[in-house]
């Protein structure tokens, strides 16, 4: 497989004086100045997927902190209190196994979807393409197309230019704000957020608002494709995924080339041309700035415009659409049909990424489904590790941290054993109010001289009374010599 190609490096001629005091050499500088991108707008089947979604995510992302479920947010990430409310899940941190279950299926998902078809996610999905697209669209609508914002920024300051530039920064930040006071609401109960944002306080809430805003304003109104070129690992490690049957945003050398500029009336095979008629529309939509043409770049996040600028100059020049197309290397090369491009996209990498994705996914639905509404964790208290109190008995003492993960007050019955005449002394029911998690002391005794001196397995019974949610913990019971 081809590698990506790196960007070229300034190269700039001097000539220094040798020790014979002749001139020779040159220096190559490794920094060149960004030069500004003006994607230029276009229609068609992949950028109308791109807009799609871009709704789909954001109406997603917006609008899931103002939903309720109950009397509490749908989805909130209550840090403080060390809770996440997902639809009518309670999650702790003991349930952290889930988080690193969610991070393996979204890993093998990436690899998966890039194994098949490159970097779609980067393409239609991410936050990064997602927010570029929408600030970019707010610019077109303000500033005019392609063409009129070059006009704009190469001419003078006007009043008119300074009216425009500064009603886009306006809703820029607006946005960037909204995006950051949104994502802030993932982790503090949006409505209070707001009523706090109001009459300013909450110190930290307002920090991160701006923080997240800011980040947003920055990145997807000025660093825009740095940010998938430099910044996103994602790009130069996208190789290793790529094989020959991928399938990737093509230029069909053999048809294109010789390329060049012709009248549409005129037969291009009598004049040894290609289909490529030279017009750079692939370049000028693309929002990366770079040539397909070159072959495969790291730099292509797999957007697909430049497929539909292609096929609208095809049309109009009524040649066959798919000089710039979806197609594999080996495709491109064997000239194979899309219905053969499809079938090695089923190779045994991929069928493997697919089998092991639904595995993991079965299983941890089974466990979420499976999960019980309860948990319990046992410390043994170090200040009295045994001790003689009244009635002959022998006594350990223990905290229990009994959590609740219903969404309704659950009453508990605390029995143990493991041991003979081992009762519980202190209180065996307990109170606990709806996701909450509560810290409880419990006395545990035997009659002195039952068990010989040393360290005994003992077991902790929890069970929800009138529920059939039940917990065992195991502990020790410590007989002193």
């Known amino acids: 497989m081809k590698p990506p190609s790196e960007p070229a490096r300034k190269v700039i ?35 109308r997927w791109r807009w799609g979604m871009v709704f789909l995510t954001q109406l997603v992302f917006y609008g899931l ?41 979204s890993a093998l998902s990436l690899f998966l979807f890039t194994a098949v078809a490159g970097r779609l996610w980067c393409g239609f999905a991410c936050p990064q393409t997602v927010y570029t697209e929408m600030f970019m669209w707010i610019e077109h609508k303000i500033e005019g197309d392609r063409s009129a914002r070059l006009r704009l920024d190469n001419g003078p300051w006007t009043f008119e230019k300074v009216r425009k530039k500064f009603f886009k920064q306006v809703i820029w930040i607006a946005v960037a704000l909204w995006t950051g006071f949104t994502f802030v609401g993932y982790f503090v109960p949006i409505r209070e957020l707001g009523a706090e944002l109001l009459v300013m306080q909450g110190g930290w809430q307002i920090f991160w608002v701006l923080f997240y805003g800011f980040a947003t304003y920055g990145n997807a109104g000025y660093m825009r494709e740095q940010v ?62 770079i040539d397909i043409r070159k072959g495969l770049q790291y730099e292509c996040i797999g957007c697909g415009l430049c497929v539909d600028a292609c096929n609208t100059v095809m049309d109009k020049m009524h040649y066959p659409k798919g000089l710039i197309r979806f197609s594999t290397q080996n495709g491109v090369a064997q000239r194979w049909s899309q219905s053969q491009i499809l ?17 993991l996914c079965v299983g941890m639905m089974a466990s979420l489904v499976t999960r019980t509404p309860l948990m319990v964790d046992v410390v043994r208290d170090r200040a009295a590790l045994s001790r003689i109190v009244a009635g002959g008995k022998l006594e350990n003492i223990y905290r229990l941290q009994i959590m609740n993960a219903t969404e309704g007050p659950q009453r508990y019955r605390i029995g143990a054993r493991g041991l003979e005449g081992l009762e519980v002394a202190s209180d065996a029911e307990v109170e606990i109010g709806a996701a909450e998690s509560r810290w409880v002391a419990v006395r545990l005794q035997i009659p002195y001289g039952s068990a010989p001196p040393g360290s005994h397995a003992v077991q902790f019974d929890v069970q929800a009374l009138g529920g059939a949610a039940h917990v065992t913990e195991k502990s020790v019971f410590l007989v002193p010599r």
């Open 65 to 105: 902190p103002w939903f309720e479920w109950g009397q509490r947010q749908m989805v909130l990430f209550d840090l403080g209190a060390r809770r996440f409310y997902i639809f009518g899940l309670v999650l702790y941190p003991q349930d952290f196994i889930y988080l690193t279950g969610l991070l393996i299926i």
């Open 228 to 289: 998938c070129k430099y910044m996103c690992p994602y790009a130069r490690f996208q190789s290793a995924m790529f094989d020959k049957d991928t399938l990737i945003v093509s230029y069909d050398v053999e048809r294109g080339e010789p390329r060049g500029p012709r009248n549409k009336n005129i037969d291009q095979k009598a004049k040894g041309l290609g289909d490529c008629i030279d017009c750079t529309l692939c370049v000028q939509v693309c929002p990366v700035g």
């Open 13 to 47: 001629p001097i000539s220094p004086i040798a020790s014979d005091g002749s001139s020779q050499g040159e220096i190559v500088s490794l920094y060149e100045a960004q030069k500004k991108i003006y994607p230029r707008s276009i229609s068609g089947v992949f950028a």
């Open 343 to 359: 079938r090695r996209v089923l190779r045994p990498r991929v069928l493997i990424y697919s089998a092991v994705l639904v595995a």
